[in-house]
């Protein structure tokens, strides 16, 4: 039968993710896959959670089996103030944090109170897809800012700027794609172009407590509690299935976020917040962290390594102090489209760098996620993909 379905007009310009079908492409055992962005699954806590799940069943079982509040579980979020506090010496009041689905429920929420059609945003080029892809469903115009290595470039942020954006979308640590971490001046140099303007940034943090290197840098939230939208994740320090994240945001927003949340699915899981709460408090939670970050730190190491020894002077990286990601920028006249074709062929993959850009650029960049694979599979993987540089440079030198 002819499909005749009329579609809302806002999915006119929505693309399936290049990404996925990347994917797909590496959902085959015998393919090393630099491409996705998960965490290891080697690393998740599972026989923690599995004991904790069932003592919570067992000892509360008609809390969190019942239906609860939109803004999340009291507890939990009063044990997110208190690591603010205590880690991060910023004070986040409790009535300030709305329990989401992942962060990536907190851009829809952003997009359904924030945006109309043709409101300008701010984003980061190279930028994280998810983000643009769920803000594009409200249709904005984006405003694509260069980032470089010590966070997104200043003159043109204050161009920027002047076209009067609603949101600002950053990722100041670790981000995706690149692994760049924003330094404090840019942090401090940014705050004080936005102060006063009626703008507010969206801080996206799901990686800041992956470091494996360096000292943590402040928050924006530290120089503007009142214009941050500071968004947290437990998917990649504890586990993404559970869908759990949060967002902080000033009182004004806070209250149609709520009624957001609310139209949307009333609540989060009781369960994963119950359970991602009693792992935050158990003894075993510092541990994991440390031997998360220390494996992401190895793993991290051995691919730069390798990949400086491999391709001496013939490609510029990232090197990133925590997260998930290494960026890789090679002579421009290096189709990195080309080179994913070629690299596939021999059974590896990455994803080129074109699709983090909105406007052009990026076709001679890629992202590696250097979680996954282990550290046999990077040795190997690169070796795929210098192999793979070699023949494309041959064809079009
Ligand atoms: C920068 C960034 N923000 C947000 C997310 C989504 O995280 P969540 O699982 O909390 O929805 C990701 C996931 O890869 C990410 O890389």
Redesign the pocket.
């Known amino acids: 039968m002819e499909n005749n379905f009329q579609f809302a007009e806002r999915m006119a310009t929505i693309q399936p993710s290049f990404i996925r079908e990347i994917l797909k492409a590496a959902d085959n055992e015998s393919v090393i896959s630099f491409a996705g962005?998960l965490p290891n699954a080697e690393y998740f806590p599972e026989q923690a959670l599995a004991e904790l799940a069932s003592r919570i069943l067992t000892e509360r079982p008609q809390d969190v089996l019942q239906y609860g509040q939109s803004e999340g579980e009291t507890e939990l979020r009063q044990h997110i103030c208190d690591q603010y506090r205590q880690r991060h010496r910023v004070d986040v009041p409790v009535e300030n944090i709305l329990i989401t689905n992942?962060?990536?429920?907190a851009f829809d929420l952003i997009g359904k109170v924030l945006l109309d059609e043709g409101d300008k945003v701010i984003i980061e080029s190279p930028g994280?897809l998810?983000?643009i892809q769920s803000l594009m469903i409200y249709r904005p115009q984006f405003l694509p800012v260069p980032i470089g290595q010590n966070g997104l470039n200043l003159d043109a942020f204050e161009t920027a700027l002047s076209a009067d954006p609603k949101l600002v979308y950053s990722?100041p640590n670790f981000?995706?794609p690149t692994g760049f971490s924003y330094n404090a001046e840019t942090r401090e140099a940014m705050a004080n172009l936005i102060r006063d303007k009626s703008c507010l940034i969206i801080e996206?943090d799901?990686?800041g407590e992956i470091r494996f290197e360096g000292e943590a840098e402040p928050s924006f939230y530290h120089y503007l509690p009142e214009q941050t939208l500071l968004?947290g994740?437990f998917?990649?320090i504890i586990a993404?299935g559970l869908?759990l994240?949060w967002m902080v945001a000033p009182s004004p927003v806070m209250q149609k976020l709520i009624v957001a949340k609310q139209a949307a699915d009333l609540h989060t899981s009781r369960l994963s917040q119950h359970l991602i709460l009693a792992f935050l408090k158990d003894e075993r939670f510092e541990p994991h962290i440390r031997r998360l970050c220390k494996a992401y730190e190895q793993r991290c190491r051995l691919m730069g390594e390798k990949l400086d020894e491999l391709f001496a002077g013939e490609v510029l990286r990232s090197h990133p102090q925590g997260g998930m990601f290494m960026w890789l920028a090679f002579a421009k006249n290096i189709d990195t489209m080309e080179l994913f074709r070629e690299a596939s062929r021999l059974g590896m993959v990455f994803v080129p760098g074109q699709p983090f850009y909105t406007n052009q650029g990026g076709s001679h960049c890629a992202r590696l996620n250097f979680s996954c694979a282990s550290p046999a599979q990077i040795d190997r993987g690169l070796a795929l993909l210098h192999q793979a540089f070699r023949t494309i440079s041959i064809i079009s030198p």
Do not use: I
């Open positions: 962005g992942g962060s990536q429920q994280y998810g983000a990722v981000q995706n996206d799901p990686y968004l994740s998917s990649k993404p869908r994240g």
